[in-house]
């Protein structure tokens, strides 16, 4: 775990070279233990999958979304040992996405967090931002309505009065 917390801080130090190499180093661990180790005070363990999820958020971090994207291909969510953890896979995806421009398809990553870690979802902060941000910057479907309205982000002010459909 604290190879990878230290990949983490490299990744938002800028350091891209040394998180992955933090990462790998990570994954050679897990890959010796050959199951999840679970931790006390620590839901999610410590996997080649919790490695895998670390690694989305941190390319994430370092400005690659395109390695983001091709992080979370090579994971399945459902190998994640918890519903927040499926959720944070999403909501990384998203964020990549969203990098790219891809409106969409952040919004169905996004409503796909939301179906498997709904509290989750609803309540991060990082989520509201971003649902926030989709609200006033283009058209608004009502799947991208129903999100905002379950997060309590239902000020029709921030809506685009443009933009609404």
Not at 9 to 33: N, S, V, Y
Request: glycine letters at 6%.
């Amino acid at each position: 775990m604290l190879v990878q917390s230290a990949a983490c801080t490299a990744a938002r130090g800028r350091d891209a070279q040394g998180m992955r190499d933090l990462t790998k180093e990570a994954a050679a661990i897990a890959t010796t233990l050959r199951s999840t180790t679970r931790l006390r005070n620590h839901g999610g363990g410590f996997s080649t999958a919790t490695i895998q999820l670390h690694l989305i958020s941190a390319e994430n971090s370092t400005g690659d979304s395109s390695r983001a994207l091709t992080a979370a291909q090579a994971l399945a969510p459902q190998e994640l040992p918890t519903a927040e953890r499926r959720a944070r896979y999403y909501t990384d995806v998203a964020t990549a996405y969203a990098a790219w421009g891809r409106r969409d398809e952040r919004v169905r990553a996004l409503l796909a967090a939301e179906r498997v870690a709904p509290e989750e979802t609803h309540a991060r902060p990082a989520v509201k931002s971003m649902v926030q941000g989709l609200l006033v910057s283009g058209r608004t479907t009502g799947e991208l309505r129903g999100l905002a309205a379950r997060s309590r982000l239902t000020n029709s002010s921030l809506w685009c009065s443009s933009c609404r459909s």
